[in-house]
C-alpha cells in the first residue's frame, strides 16, 4: 500500500502539538525547510526541536511561535551563529517563552543513538567538569557500577514523536536513499516513533533494491513520504542542490528584528500556500542552484554468486 501523501496531508496527520521533532539531523545539509513551512502555515504549537545543528529551520519555527521547548547545544543560522528568533525568545520571551534543555553535539547524538538503540540511558564523561549537566535536569550525575567512584553522567535517550528527513530518492513505500552526511538523521529516524521522509525524487522499488547500502530508513518504519523537490531549499543536497547563500543571507538580515521577520514570514511563507508555489517564486534562482556535473561513485556489485 502506498505512503505517498501531500506535504499538506502529512504534516496534519503525523505533526501533533507538543510533538517532539527531530527536524533533519542531517548537520548542514537536507534540512527539511519545506516541512518547517508547512508546519508554520497549519499553525502548529507547543513543539519541542531537537536540534543537532539546525540552521535556520528551527529558529524559523520558532519565530513564528510554533516551538514551546529546544532540546539541543546551538540554534541558529550557520552564516551568523545564534538565530535572532532564537535569542529573543530565550532572553525576552518573543514571541513566547522556550523550555531550554542544554546538551552538547555528542550528548544529543548519543541520546538519540539509545533512543535507536532501546537502551534507557548512555553513562558519558565528556560534560564532567562543565555546567552542561547543571542546565539540563535530564542529566543523572552518578557513579559507574563498574568502576566505584568514577563519576559518570546518565544521558537519558530522545525518543522523538516525529523526525522529518529529506533523502535524495525514495519508492512510494518510503524505503529511502540518502548519500553524503548523514549526521544523527539515520539515528534520529530510528528512534522516532514515526517518519516523515521528503524525498527529492520517487523512484521504482527495483531503483533502491539495486543498492540497499544507501538505504537511510527502510519503508516499513516511514509513515508518510512526500515528493518534495528542492524541500530542503535553502539548505544544500549532496549530488543534487547547491546551498542558497544568498538566500540565508537575506534571512538574516530580516530577521535581526521581529518585524523585519514578521515581514519576511508573510513573502515567503504564509501569502505562499505550499511547497510548489514556494518553487515557482524562487523561479530560476532555484534551477541555477541545480547541480549539473557528475562525480559518481564506483559500481558496488552485490552478486550472491
Request: aromatic share 6%; hydrophobic share 45%.
Amino acid at each position: 500500500m502506498t505512503k505517498l501523501a501531500s506535504l499538506k496531508d502529512a504534516v496534519r496527520d503525523v505533526v501533533r502539538d507538543g510533538h517532539l521533532v527531530v527536524l533533519g539531523a542531517a548537520l548542514e545539509t537536507d534540512i527539511p525547510f519545506a516541512a518547517a513551512h508547512e508546519i508554520i502555515r497549519q499553525s502548529k504549537r507547543d513543539l519541542t526541536i531537537i536540534a543537532p545543528i539546525s540552521d535556520a529551520g528551527t529558529d524559523l519555527l520558532i519565530g513564528a511561535g510554533c516551538v514551546g521547548g529546544i532540546r539541543g547545544a546551538w540554534v541558529g543560522n550557520m552564516m551568523s551563529g545564534v538565530g535572532y528568533n532564537y535569542r529573543r525568545a530565550a532572553e525576552q520571551g518573543v514571541p513566547r517563552a522556550l523550555t531550554i534543555r542544554d546538551y552538547t553535539n555528542l550528548t544529543l547524538g548519543m541520546a538519540l543513538f539509545a533512543g535507536s538503540s532501546g537502551v534507557p540511558y548512555i553513562p558519558m564523561r565528556s560534560v564532567l567538569g562543565s555546567d552542561i549537566p547543571k542546565t539540563n535536569p535530564d542529566f543523572v550525575r552518578t557513579t559507574n557500577a563498574l568502576a566505584p567512584g568514577e563519576p559518570v553522567v546518565l544521558v537519558p535517550a530522545l525518543i522523538p514523536d516525529v523526525a522529518i528527513l529529506c533523502v535524495q530518492r525514495a519508492d512510494a513505500e518510503g524505503n529511502a536513499h540518502h548519500w553524503g552526511s548523514r549526521g544523527l538523521a539515520q539515528e534520529g529516524a530510528l528512534a522516532a516513533k514515526r517518519v516523515i521522509v521528503l524525498a527529492d525524487e520517487i523512484v521504482d522499488r527495483s531503483t533502491i533494491v539495486s543498492d540497499p547500502s544507501r538505504v537511510l530508513v527502510p519503508g516499513h518504519l516511514v509513515t508518510a513520504v512526500v515528493h518534495a523537490p528542492a524541500g530542503q531549499h535553502p539548505a544544500p543536497m549532496t549530488g543534487r542542490w547547491k546551498r542558497d547563500n544568498d538566500f540565508f543571507a537575506e534571512y538574516l538580515a530580516h530577521s535581526k528584528t521581529r518585524d523585519g521577520y514578521l515581514a519576511w514570514l508573510r513573502e515567503w511563507i504564509l501569502d505562499v500556500p505550499d511547497h510548489a508555489t514556494y518553487r515557482q517564486k524562487l523561479g530560476a534562482r532555484l534551477d541555477a542552484l541545480r547541480i549539473k556535473g557528475e562525480a559518481l561513485a564506483a559500481p558496488a556489485n552485490y552478486a550472491a554468486e
